[in-house]
């Protein structure tokens, strides 16, 4: 091997060799694919919070299991986490262990849109969200990265001056094309 210019020696001085970290992020960029994010940061948040909720657990499965306290904080984080549609079933602190990234990913308004049958692929349940034709309750949602709870899973609907609410009435026959004529 040649000896290093003094310029690629000058660069070279402050990065170490031996202790270099490797960023493996696969993992991360599939994820990113799969659920179609485009921010990277919503992915670390996701993965922050999985990673809270399964320390969390593990701090509560440490306690004593008469304790008074055990009991009502894995009942409050079980409950917390099954509005939140993150795990299946309130009764089992094991499923706290299981908490993804994927599992926030789940719950995302484009991934409640494919599930619930409103969009034919997460593409587009992007491009109506970021066009503004959906709504959860009563506001409209141009975030994709809206989560949805289980509460509000029902309350995702189209927006009323939408015209492919329109045209979704008029497939499934039930659009009222009464107008009213003044006489």
Known sequence: ??????????????????????????????????????????????????????????????????????????????EKLYTMGIIPTKWNLQLCDKVTASSFCRRRLPCVMVRTKMAPSLKTALTFIEQGHVRVGAEVVKDPAFLVNRNLEDYVTWVDTSAIRKHVKQYNEERDDFVLNNC
Do not use: C
């Open 1 to 78: 091997m040649r000896e290093l210019k003094f310029a690629e020696r000058k660069l070279l001085k402050h990065t170490d060799f031996l202790n270099w970290k490797v960023d493996n992020n696969l993992h991360e960029v599939k994820i990113m694919r799969k659920f179609m994010i485009q921010r990277r940061e919503d992915y670390t948040l996701y993965n922050k919070m999985a990673w809270e909720v399964r320390e969390l657990s593990r701090k509560i499965k440490d306690l004593d299991k008469n304790d008074p306290f055990r009991v009502e904080a894995s009942g409050r984080l079980l």
